[in-house]
């Protein structure tokens, strides 16, 4: 059974960093592409970021290009997003999600991002 | 970006009804369209993908047609758990997007 476990959301200064993990199990990792999305309050689904199972090619929306990177390391079954400069206009629950066929398959609870000073 | 126009934003309808979701890429997409449904405080459920194809374990009074640019969700008769918000993801090439959803609420 598939579990996504998202973690390391907050609450942050805008400017700031952070770094979100996803801890992944019960399926092989290594061989899935894996999603990052987010939701802002009272908005619809937002796609963050695509990376393929072995790293080589990771993609993101034009308006997030360049300050969020996405990353896996597959010895430990956790994929990463690394959100710099962060925006008030970034809060949002930030989920994670499998890649099936390249839509968004399996997804975690999500971990709650609040920018604010 | 390829932008996926969802209709309706909201939709009210009755136990039984059957309903109809549509979704309008603004480019070719062949069939790469899924469709999600969100219950709030709750992960999203992939309900189909590649436009038609029903997900496993996913009830059969869903279904999902179209391609290139047009995209329609059906239930066929609603159960009071479908009331829910539905999206659309056109997964073609490098990038993903979703439409802006369509609350469906009992009448």
């Known amino acids: 059974q598939v579990q996504l476990v998202e973690s390391g959301g907050g609450v942050v200064q805008p400017g700031r960093s952070l770094r979100l993990s996803c801890a992944a199990s019960g399926f092989t990792f290594r061989n899935y592409g894996m999603h990052w999305v987010r939701q802002a309050p009272g908005k619809g689904l937002e796609w963050v970021a695509v990376?393929?199972?072995?790293?080589?090619?990771?993609y993101y929306p034009d308006s997030l290009k360049g300050r969020f990177t996405i990353s896996r390391d597959n010895s430990k079954n956790t994929l990463f997003l690394q959100m710099n400069s962060l925006r008030t206009e970034d809060t949002a629950m930030y989920y994670c999600?499998?890649?099936?066929?390249?839509?968004?398959?399996?997804w975690g609870q999500g971990t709650l991002v609040t920018v604010s000073s | 970006d390829i932008l996926m126009t969802q209709s309706p934003s909201t939709l009210s309808a009755s136990v039984g009804d059957r309903v109809t979701i549509t979704c309008r890429a603004s480019?070719?997409?062949?069939?790469?369209v899924a469709w999600l449904q969100h219950k709030l405080g709750k992960a999203p459920t992939l309900l189909i993908s590649?436009?038609?194809n029903l997900e496993s374990g996913v009830p059969s009074r869903f279904s999902g047609s179209g391609y290139g640019t047009e995209f329609t969700l059906t239930i066929s008769s609603l159960q009071p758990d479908d009331f829910a918000t539905y999206y659309c993801q056109q997964h073609n090439g490098y990038s993903r997007t979703f439409g802006h959803g369509t609350k469906l609420e009992i009448k």
């Open positions: 590649r436009a038609s």
């Open positions: 990376i393929s199972n072995d790293e080589r090619l990771q």
């Open positions: 999600a499998t890649s099936v066929d390249g839509a968004c398959g399996s």
């Open positions: 480019q070719g997409i062949t069939d790469h």
